[in-house]
């Protein structure tokens, strides 16, 4: 997964969309402590960011390197880039070690884990009790252009994805999520969360090109240049001024949950 954002990490790092302030500041209500959290899949940190105004301390990990060179810096937030061959006991100590940490974050890149493997490093590593993992995740549905992005340009480019995305696409519901409900969704019924970002037609084709989709493909062979150009054609009959930024809704999907006794 790693190779996948080696190369559009600097893109990545401008064109996806910020999360809202107060996601984390709803997950720091959820934990007893506020000493210590890991933002797992980190990417270039937007997350990793966030939580520290909650946290007296970050660490965030993330498996590409590219990801990690561009990640913004932050005086309480610690990156680490993270082989995809440590072993579980190696993870847990690089994080922290048993009962250390009060929230575990994974935004937008859980279906890229190997999961068992992370759920049993979770269940060690949070505080017991008080501990909590939260994961999120968004697609292609996009208000109000969703009906062209997710219901035309997903089905396109649905056969050049790698399996493992259609989870997020599918908007976690087959996400297996063995933690206990703290209100923020539960396994098979994710919580709606929306993203609200205003965006010009450039910032939205930027973003589309992000997509792991699109390294994927390329690697195939197939450019996706053209599917993108072509459903950007009748999103931008209905955008108007292509320079001017408009207000776009991410529909966004959230579980969190703590360790069952």
Not at 80 to 102: C, I, Y
Not at 137 to 151: A, C, Q, R, S, V
Not at 222 to 243: F, S, Y
Request: net charge negative; proline share 7%; with cysteine.
């Amino acid at each position: 997964m790693a190779g996948l954002y080696e190369r559009p990490s600097e893109t990545y790092a401008k064109k996806r969309p910020r999360y809202p302030d107060a996601w984390f500041a709803r997950l720091a209500a959820l934990t007893a402590g506020h000493h210590r959290a890991w933002d797992a899949g980190c990417g270039t940190g937007q997350a990793s960011i966030s939580i520290a105004e909650h946290y007296d301390s970050v660490v965030a990990t993330d498996v590409s390197e590219g990801q990690i060179r561009h990640a913004v810096p932050h005086p309480k937030v610690r990156y680490l880039h993270t082989p995809v061959d440590l072993s579980e006991d190696d993870l847990v100590a690089l994080v922290g070690g048993e009962g250390s940490l009060d929230l575990v974050v994974v935004a937008t890149s859980i279906h890229w884990f190997d999961i068992p493997l992370f759920y049993a490093v979770v269940n060690r590593v949070l505080k017991k009790p008080g501990g909590v993992l939260a994961v999120w995740g968004y697609n292609y549905e996009i208000h109000p252009f969703e009906d062209k992005l997710h219901g035309q340009m997903y089905p396109a480019m649905r056969p050049f994805m790698d399996p493992r995305t259609r989870l997020a696409m599918d908007r976690y519901r087959d996400l297996p999520f063995p933690f206990e409900p703290v209100g923020v969704g539960r396994e098979g019924e994710p919580a709606d969360a929306d993203i609200e970002v205003d965006m010009t037609l450039d910032d939205l084709v930027g973003f589309l090109k992000t997509g792991s989709v699109v390294t994927t493909a390329r690697e195939k062979g197939v450019d996706l240049e053209a599917v993108i150009k072509d459903v950007m054609k009748r999103v931008e009959a209905d955008w108007g001024d292509p320079t001017v930024a408009r207000r776009l809704v991410f529909k966004a999907y959230m579980l969190a949950g703590k360790p069952k006794r």
